[in-house]
């Protein structure tokens, strides 16, 4: 075996046994339990877990899902966080070899991951996974493993809380509701800090496209169920008109024309929505934290290809 494999062998191994971890610290932060204290238990039946059945992964596998006293299914979600966080802990490894950078961008993803749990399961974002996340984001840059100054990331922090918070009080005045939480807020501040302004910028116009290309359809659905047909047809001569931006050619004579049309379309698509908005339909569907995260890993891997694609 090459020197290379073992190294992505063992980076794989690390990333299973922290993925383990962060089941335990994200469960045990949502019901304010210790982390250290009490032993791994069985959620269900209270036992607690030998460490033959509690080896990351493969231990599910060997239970067919199930604990072993009481045959209770064990949620998919700790199988599911482990292999994520083993995955990414060896495309970073690939990407950034032996480094202080691939220590640092493991500990970021496994903050990525932490926020996933919690805002998947219970709609809620752990303030201390984002003040890490900001640390995390600083240290970055002040050891100059990113591309970007420190002044970029501490103006990252900043156009992080000002974005959403701009974004936060349209919300309020359109839909009478905040359209993000403060913990969106305090994930823009942390990706700020890592990444820089810029490309916190593009980190949330993809979070946006990621966010939208979930939510249309449950949305879609919601409508279709609550036979709030107006507003189904609205989404899907929204999503015709962006998809015909694709084929417009800009050279066109009557591309203004065309854009005049389309924006007009847009928004009485929009106002028949937000007309139709019935009770029941809550504004926020899916939580935003995960799109947000899953939009700065592109950043981080594919920052260039990203900008060449926009431009
Ligand atoms: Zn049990």
Redesign the pocket.
């Known amino acids: 075996m090459s020197i290379e494999a073992l190294y992505g062998f063992f980076a794989v191994l690390i990333g299973l046994s922290i993925g383990s971890f962060l089941n335990v610290v994200a469960l045990r932060g949502l019901s304010g339990e210790s982390i250290v204290f009490p032993p791994s238990k069985?959620p269900?039946?209270g036992?607690k877990l030998n460490w033959y059945t509690n080896i990351p992964v493969i231990s599910y596998i060997f239970l067919l899902g199930k604990?072993q006293?009481?045959k209770?299914p064990i949620s998919v979600q700790y199988p599911i966080v482990e292999s994520a966080n083993a995955i990414l802990y060896l495309i970073m490894f690939l990407n950034f070899g032996v480094s202080l950078k691939t220590l640092i961008l493991w500990a970021v993803t496994s903050i990525f991951i932490l926020i996933c749990i919690t805002d998947f399961k219970e709609q809620v974002i752990i303030d201390l996974h984002t003040y890490i996340l900001i640390g995390l984001g600083l240290l970055y840059n002040i050891l100059k493993l990113g591309s970007i100054s420190i002044l970029d990331s501490i103006l990252g922090i900043l156009a992080g809380y000002l974005i959403f918070e701009i974004l936060a009080r349209i919300g309020t005045i359109t839909v009478k509701t905040r359209a993000f939480g403060e913990g969106d807020t305090l994930i823009a501040m942390g990706l700020g800090a890592l990444l820089g302004w810029k490309m916190l910028i593009l980190t949330i116009f993809i979070s946006m496209l990621i966010q939208a290309i979930f939510t249309i359809p449950v949305l879609f659905i919601k409508y279709f169920k609550n036979k709030n047909y107006l507003s189904a047809f609205a989404l899907i001569l929204i999503v015709l008109c962006i998809i015909s931006t694709k084929f417009a050619n800009p050279n066109f004579d009557y591309y203004i024309i065309y854009l005049a049309i389309l924006c007009t379309v847009l928004l009485f698509c929009l106002l028949i929505i937000l007309k139709n908005i019935k009770s029941q339909e809550s504004f926020c569907y899916l939580p935003f934290g995960p799109a947000l995260v899953t939009g700065a890993l592109f950043i981080i891997f594919f920052a260039k290809k990203i900008l060449v694609f926009f431009s």
């Open positions: 069985c269900k039946c036992k604990c006293f009481c209770q």
